[in-house]
């Protein structure tokens, strides 16, 4: 599993954090997404890595500014793990 961290600009709102998700959602194969305007960031979960490039083009009609993208190895963190 990949998590992938997108820097986004431009949402001020909880209407805004859901149209990014479902952007992300309609255009990537994820498992989970969930955007935060106050972070200003996307956190994606998803099985295999995900281009830049990809990430770029689903949200520019979206009207938000991609400003970084970061990705890592996610492990689920298990129920009582510490």
Excluded: Q, W
């Excluded at 956190?43 to 991609?66: D, F, N, Q, R, W």
């Amino acid at each position: 599993m990949i998590k992938t961290v997108v820097g986004i600009e431009g949402m001020m709102c909880g209407m805004c954090e859901a149209h990014v998700n479902d952007a992300i959602r309609r255009g990537l194969n994820v498992k989970k997404v969930s955007a935060s305007h106050k972070k200003n960031e996307a956190e994606i979960i998803s099985e295999e890595a995900i281009s830049p490039e990809e990430i770029k083009k689903v949200l520019a009609p979206t009207g938000y500014t991609v400003t970084s993208i970061n990705s890592e190895e996610y492990t689920k963190k298990g129920l009582f793990s510490k």
